[in-house]
């Protein structure tokens, strides 16, 4: 079965400065990943994803992830923070092979991001 | 494309009541699901169906019901409310099973007192 750590549940970072949120996986195969964005009071819209191809993958508003095998991580990345990034991230994760396997969520990272 | 509705959008309930949340999506998606978030939880899938007349239990499936009549809707029926209930709901959906790219609702808050 897989599963998903995000390490630290509460991020904060200042304006401008480097933004990385961490995602590790445990799956018996290459799996599909994702990460989705929460805005107070809204649902999940999604990010970013990697099925197959390129690791790198970029994603709306700036950010990216790099998709590590050997590490089993799926970070995400900004470069540069802005006051509008302030939300909860979460990553997920799903084994493409199952057909009937839904999505394993992660217990998410609130971001702060001070002015 | 309205993409996927929840209502209603808040709701409290007594302990005992029973109420349907109520999910529709005008993609024509496969796929719908429930999701149930509650603080440092994370999202714990509830039902889940990758179908019209299709439906399976999640991690968290117990004293809750679904049914899949038709593509577009998908109720979350909850039988005897009770307070370990109280949580924010969504429902999610995709074109199917096998693209698990999800587009979730804006989420139904529900307080049983």
């Known amino acids: 079965a897989q599963s998903v750590t995000q390490l630290g549940s509460h991020v904060s970072v200042s304006e401008g400065a480097l933004v990385l949120l961490r995602c590790n996986y445990s799956?018996?195969?290459?799996?599909?990943l994702f990460w989705y964005v929460q805005y107070p009071n809204q649902g999940l819209q999604l990010l970013l994803k990697?099925?197959?191809?390129?690791?790198l993958v970029k994603g709306i508003n700036g950010f990216e992830a790099e998709f590590k095998k050997s590490e089993t991580s799926f970070h995400l990345t900004k470069p540069s923070a802005h006051m509008s990034d302030a939300a909860e991230y979460f990553c997920?994760?799903?084994?493409?092979?199952?057909?009937?396997?839904?999505?394993?969520f992660g217990k998410g990272t609130r971001l702060s991001v001070i002015a | 494309n309205a993409g996927v509705t929840q209502t209603p959008k808040f709701q409290v309930l007594k302990t005992g009541q029973s109420m349907t949340l109520q999910c529709a999506q005008d993609?024509?998606?496969?796929?719908m699901s429930w999701y149930r978030q509650d603080p440092g939880m994370g999202l714990r899938l509830i039902h889940y169906s990758v179908g019209a007349g299709i439906t399976d239990q999640g991690e968290v499936p117990n004293g809750y019901n679904v049914s899949r009549s038709t593509t577009e809707d998908f109720p979350l029926r909850l039988l005897s409310a009770a307070p370990s209930q109280t949580s924010v709901y969504f429902c999610?959906?995709?074109?199917?099973?096998?693209?698990?790219?999800?587009?979730f609702g804006p989420g139904t808050r529900l307080t049983v007192t």
């Open positions: 999610a959906s995709s074109y199917s099973y096998t693209s698990k790219e999800q587009y």
């Open positions: 799956s018996s195969v290459p799996p599909y």
């Open positions: 990697y099925t197959t191809g390129a690791t």
């Open positions: 993609m024509n998606h496969e796929y």
């Open positions: 997920a994760v799903s084994d493409p092979e199952t057909g009937n396997t839904p999505l394993v």
